[in-house]
């Protein structure tokens, strides 16, 4: 059986005090909680403070990004060993505002991957359309190139520390959410190109998650649908109510 995993990406949000207030609601609304596998990414600078709170929980850590080099001159960046050592397990790599806004590519997007792979971070994969390719009838053309972009290369065995996200651009902070019919169908086409790249066991196995102005209304019916194995949560997990009722539909 897939893993389900419920994923908070906090964005450039939270002050250190916020992190950590933020951090401890979220814990305490899902102590015990064994639905599926629960992370938060809040910023950088909040890594330790918030692995503090939740170290001894059913809550893991996770990082926005990383930098694919291990140490050196340069500036701002992160390297997989740092966040380990802040305590993190998972790193979302390829989001679309890393593309969009920060010049993020396939080829950068690949270094970061192995990187991350190689210390022993699980990585989140981000992929996803823009609106004009929707419209022009491009979204499978689109995840195609993006997925032999990020993981050309790769192994077999290497897919099976990964998990997908897949998050339609035009729906990420618009308040536009793909259906559940059209998240399926993109998702599907996800597994199919696994299993021509990488085999039944990697496709049957791998996490596939939904992103996209996911919310506690919407999370029941696109968990139902058979691809969707969880949820990476923009701005509703800034409220540990709403991120607490998308977990629980996850468990559903």
């Given at each position: 059986?897939?893993k389900?995993?419920?994923?908070?990406?906090?964005?450039?949000?939270?002050?250190?005090?916020?992190?950590?207030?933020?951090a401890?609601?979220?814990?305490?609304?899902?102590?015990?909680?064994?639905g599926a596998?629960?992370?938060?990414?809040?910023?950088?600078?909040?890594?330790?403070?918030?692995?503090?709170?939740?170290?001894?929980?059913?809550?893991?850590l996770?990082?926005?990004?990383?930098?694919y080099?291990?140490?050196?001159?340069?500036?701002?960046?992160?390297?997989g060993?740092?966040?380990?050592?802040a305590?993190?397990?998972?790193?979302?790599v390829?989001?679309?505002?890393?593309?969009?806004i920060?010049?993020?590519?396939d080829?950068?997007?690949?270094?970061?991957?192995?990187?991350?792979?190689?210390?022993?971070?699980?990585?989140?994969?981000?992929?996803g359309?823009?609106?004009?390719?929707?419209?022009a009838?491009l979204?499978?053309?689109?995840?195609?190139s993006?997925?032999?972009?990020?993981?050309?290369?790769?192994?077999?065995?290497?897919?099976?520390?990964?998990?997908?996200?897949?998050?339609?651009?035009?729906?990420?902070g618009?308040?536009?959410?793909?259906?559940?019919?059209?998240?399926?169908?993109s998702?599907?086409?996800?597994?199919?190109?696994l299993?021509?790249?990488?085999?039944?066991?990697v496709?049957d196995e791998?996490?596939?998650?939904?992103?996209?102005s996911?919310?506690?209304d919407n999370?029941?019916?696109?968990?139902?649908?058979?691809?969707?194995?969880?949820?990476?949560?923009?701005?509703?997990?800034?409220?540990?109510?709403?991120?607490?009722?998308?977990?629980?539909s996850?468990?559903k």
């Amino acid at each position: 059986m897939r893993k389900k995993l419920v994923a908070g990406n906090w964005k450039m949000n939270t002050t250190a005090d916020e992190a950590v207030k933020l951090a401890k609601e979220i814990k305490a609304r899902l102590t015990g909680f064994n639905g599926a596998e629960l992370l938060i990414c809040p910023p950088y600078i909040n890594l330790i403070p918030v692995h503090k709170v939740i170290e001894k929980s059913v809550i893991k850590l996770g990082s926005q990004d990383l930098y694919y080099e291990k140490s050196g001159a340069f500036t701002s960046g992160i390297s997989g060993e740092m966040l380990k050592s802040a305590g993190c397990h998972y790193v979302i790599v390829g989001h679309s505002e890393r593309r969009a806004i920060f010049g993020d590519t396939d080829e950068l997007i690949n270094k970061k991957l192995q990187a991350a792979l190689g210390i022993g971070l699980i990585p989140i994969l981000c992929i996803g359309e823009k609106l004009e390719d929707r419209e022009a009838g491009l979204t499978e053309k689109v995840i195609e190139s993006q997925l032999d972009g990020a993981l050309m290369g790769f192994p077999t065995d290497w897919m099976s520390n990964m998990v997908i996200g897949y998050e339609p651009v035009w729906a990420i902070g618009t308040g536009k959410t793909a259906t559940p019919e059209q998240a399926e169908s993109s998702h599907k086409f996800i597994r199919e190109k696994l299993t021509r790249d990488f085999g039944n066991q990697v496709a049957d196995e791998l996490t596939i998650l939904y992103g996209g102005s996911v919310n506690s209304d919407n999370s029941d019916a696109l968990i139902a649908e058979n691809n969707i194995d969880g949820f990476l949560v923009g701005g509703a997990s800034l409220k540990a109510e709403s991120f607490e009722k998308i977990a629980r539909s996850a468990s559903k």
